[in-house]
């Protein structure tokens, strides 16, 4: 088949239709904020929260900004993994700051957004690892938990929108999910107290996905015999849930 | 009576149902779940033109990231817990006979339909963009944030892809 066959065939696809009695029906429903809330089938209605922060747009260029997202999730990533602290503390300055960084963050494409967490959450780690070393009373729970909020935050975007990120970010973002593993021992190391929180499990899912989505990409490209045998043991370690051990291994494959 | 910002999105509403509605259909095959998704693309995208139209310099690449993105979700959430890669082959199966099915009897349509599912998301997008909806390949780099020359590579490959798919379907 020559290509000028297979374009003949795709503009056929041309004939592919909406009915129009729906596109009257959903353009006056988009416009009437009375019942636009109501009206659509619940099929599929889980979409993602994200598009609510899609607002400002140079649309594509912040939403594939992935290369610095990689970047700023790797120092992010020495943060949390797994949850910090059951202490609560209440920080209404914290909970004000988050309110306000959401409210002008939600005038920011996704990938910004991210990167703002990132950031905060990245500060958080510092005044903890301040806080901790200092082993001031008073101000390592608080700390910890501020920390805690920022990474629920990255969590929560993360989650939302690594199925978006290209292979190679992907790659970078793997990395940095191993740094991060690596910095979570040493904090344990350092005697702080690390407990399952629903944000470590929100990264962890998110590690899973990231895992999910390198695998069936790399099941797409050529691999060497060596390289497919690798691949049956990430595969294996996948099942098992070793998401961090697959991410080692995937690594090691150069594609 | 439409206020201004409404008059304009009728009109953006107007360019971009049929083509928002053909790229999310050929990549979920369900009519039904087509124009739901469809649905909330555009409510999503009204929201967002209310609330800040200008900085919105190109709405047909904002409504198809939205639509992408929905499209993603989608399936994600279908999955639950499961991990679905939006490059597996779409499984879903359509089986009401409706009136979308009814009027796509061409066998062709079917096919090529089918090739299109089962190739990675990025070249089903650049296929579609492309030769359906006519998006030029600066404004397909645009929306995808890839270089031009990326672009023009994964245009290629990806009919080349869709080329190979179509050769499996016939075999199998």
């Known amino acids: ?255 | 009576m439409l206020n201004n910002k409404q008059e304009q999105f009728s009109r953006v509403y107007d360019q971009y149902i049929e083509k928002i509605y053909r790229f999310v259909y050929l990549k979920v095959s369900s009519e039904e779940v087509a124009q739901d998704i469809t649905s909330k693309v555009f409510l999503k995208g009204w929201e967002a033109y209310e609330k800040s139209a200008d900085n919105i310099e190109n709405k047909g690449a904002f409504l198809y990231q939205i639509a992408r993105n929905s499209v993603i979700d989608f399936y994600r959430d279908r999955a639950k817990n499961l991990v679905v890669s939006t490059d597996l082959s779409l499984q879903i199966a359509d089986k009401k006979d409706n009136l979308h099915e009814k009027a796509i009897q061409n066998f062709d349509i079917e096919l090529v339909k089918s090739a299109i599912q089962n190739l990675k998301q990025d070249y089903q997008d650049i296929i579609i963009w492309h030769y359906l909806d006519g998006l030029e390949v600066p404004e397909i780099a645009l929306a995808m944030q890839k270089p031009t020359g990326t672009v023009r590579v994964m245009l290629h490959r990806g009919l080349s892809a869709l080329k190979k798919e179509l050769g499996n379907i016939r075999e199998g």
């Open chain 1, 1 to 255: 088949m020559t290509d000028k066959d297979l374009i003949l065939k795709l503009n056929k696809l041309s004939a592919i239709k909406p009915n129009q009695e729906w596109v009257t029906l959903t353009k006056n429903q988009i416009f009437n904020s009375e019942i636009k809330e109501n009206n659509f089938s619940v099929i599929a209605n889980k979409i993602s929260l994200k598009e609510k922060f899609i607002v400002n747009f140079n649309v594509i260029s912040s939403v594939f900004a992935g290369k610095k997202l990689a970047y700023a999730f790797s120092t992010l990533l020495l943060l949390v993994i797994g949850g910090l602290g059951i202490i609560k503390f209440t920080t209404p300055d914290f909970s004000t700051k988050v309110a306000s960084l959401q409210s002008t963050t939600a005038l920011l494409p996704v990938a910004s957004q991210l990167q703002n967490d990132f950031v905060m959450a990245n500060k958080k780690l510092q005044e903890l690892t301040l806080a901790i070393k200092e082993n001031k009373a008073g101000t390592i729970a608080p700390a910890m938990d501020e920390f805690r909020q920022s990474v629920a935050l990255v969590a929560k975007n993360l989650n939302n929108n690594i199925s978006t990120q290209n292979t190679q970010d992907l790659k970078e973002i793997a990395v940095n999910i191993k740094k991060l593993k690596d910095g979570r021992k040493e904090l344990v190391l350092s005697g702080l107290a690390i407990n399952e929180t629903k944000e470590s499990k929100d990264l962890d899912t998110a590690e899973s996905i990231l895992v999910q989505r390198l695998i069936n990409d790399l099941d797409k490209t050529t691999l060497t015999e060596d390289q497919q045998k690798k691949m049956l043991e990430i595969k294996d370690l996948y099942e098992a849930k070793e998401y961090g051990l697959a991410l080692e291994e995937i690594l090691t494959i150069n594609n």
